[in-house]
């Protein structure tokens, strides 16, 4: 018996050690956006609009036997997350890519609400989710 709670512990370990680090704080909600609302993904180099409201942030890192944290899936997982918060940009602060240290890409991303239209401002393209 005391062999069957072991093997289940070890398990359940590393089930839960398979997954991202995700960090969040959020400090304002709006209303969710529907799926077709456009949301900007901006890259580090490229700037917020001034009058953009700052709602939170994000950030992604790695376990050590993470997966599923890609460029592109850390992205649309942001994606997500705005639009479930009212955000419809995206704003990559900070990103490290693979290494020998680790597999994922690890990003620091804010979020943040803007008035004006988020077509004009250069961004990354995604496929829709």
């Known amino acids: 018996m005391r062999k069957l709670y072991f093997l ?12 991202a680090v ?3 704080s959020i400090s304002k909600n ?10 900007a993904i901006l890259e580090v180099k490229n700037n917020v609009p001034v ?11 790695d376990s050590g036997f993470s997966t ?3 460029y592109y899936s ?15 940009i995206v704003k990559i602060n900070h990103l490290d890519e693979p290494s020998i240290v680790s597999s994922c890409y690890r990003m ?14 250069p961004q990354i393209s995604l496929q829709q989710n």
């Open 8 to 19: 289940s512990f070890l398990f359940s370990l590393f089930l839960s050690s398979c997954g």
């Open 51 to 61: 009058n953009a409201e700052k709602l939170g942030f994000i950030s992604f890192g």
């Open 108 to 121: 620091n991303i804010s979020f943040y609400k803007y008035d004006g239209d988020v077509s004009q401002l």
């Open 30 to 39: 709006y209303s969710y956006l529907p799926i077709d609302a456009k949301i």
């Open 74 to 88: 850390n992205l649309s997982k942001a994606r997500k997350r705005a639009r479930e918060i009212g955000a419809n």
């Open 22 to 24: 995700i960090n969040e």
């Open 68 to 70: 599923d944290c890609d």
